[in-house]
T-cell receptor
Framework: DVKVTQSSRYLVKRTGEKVFLECVQD?????MFWYRQDPGLGLRLIYF???????EKGDIPEGYSVSREKKERFSLILESASTNQTSMYLC?????????FGNGTRLTVT | EDQVTQSPEALRLQEGESSSLNCSYT??????LFWYRQDPGKGPEFLFT???AGEEKEKERLKATLTKKESFLHITAPKPEDSATYLC???????????FGKGTRLSVIA
């Protein structure tokens, strides 16, 4: 079974902090994705990567950056956390399809 | 603009009361339609992929169907453990990221 592991289930950070969300997959998938999920807005794509050191902007990249130094690891970085970045963050990976998701990180920015 | 719309937003059923969830899409070229189940506090779990009109897939009490404009997720004689949010997503071309609908929140009451 594919396993996508997100390092934290719950995270509380202060406004202005730099925040790192980590995601690791164990199936040698080329493609990795970061989504955020908010009530009434559904899943929105932040960034994705089709290969090591590659990154592409999704629909809502503002305020975020990513890093993919190794194939199995995809990190989401909030450069300066703000309260409107309070959300559930979901990482996913795939070769082609379907996407396999981690269990999410619920981030609260106070 | 490509769009995926799910209806209803929420559905409450009595145990054993069969029903259907709808996913309509307006995309320029469908390269796959995906159904996921999401339990509270967890990441989405893959259920089905459909590729062409007329295709059907089944798993236990769930059956997914596809036409040229929409997909249905039929739930036959649901049980309380079927309570979850069901997400629909489409792939438009090649290896592009999935576009998700906002989901249908299903509650099955014993």
């Amino acid at each position: 079974d594919v396993k996508v592991t997100q390092s934290s289930r719950y995270l509380v950070k202060r406004t202005g902090e730099k925040v790192f969300l980590e995601c690791v997959q164990d199936m040698d998938h080329e493609n990795m994705f970061w989504y955020r999920q908010d009530p009434g807005l559904g899943l929105r794509l932040i960034y994705f990567s089709y290969d090591v050191k590659m990154k592409e902007k999704g629909d809502i990249p503002e305020g975020y950056s990513v890093s993919r130094e190794k194939k199995e690891r995809f990190s989401l970085i909030l450069e300066s956390a703000s309260t409107n970045q309070t959300s559930m963050y979901l990482c996913a990976s795939a070769t082609t399809s379907p996407l396999h998701f981690g269990n999410g990180t619920r981030l609260t920015v106070t | 603009e490509d769009q995926v719309t799910q209806s209803p937003e929420a559905l409450r059923l009595q145990e054993g009361e069969s029903s259907s969830l709808n996913c309509s899409y307006t995309v320029s070229g469908l390269r796959g339609l995906f159904w996921y189940r999401q339990d509270p506090g967890k990441g989405p779990e893959f259920l089905f992929t459909l590729y062409s009109a007329g295709e059907e897939k089944e798993k236990e009490r769930l059956k997914a169907t596809l036409t040229k404009k929409e997909s249905f997720l039929h739930i036959t004689a649901p049980k309380p453990e079927d309570s979850a949010t069901y997400l629909c997503a489409v792939r438009i071309s090649g290896n592009t990221p999935l576009v998700f609908g906002k989901g249908t929140r299903l509650s099955v009451i014993a």
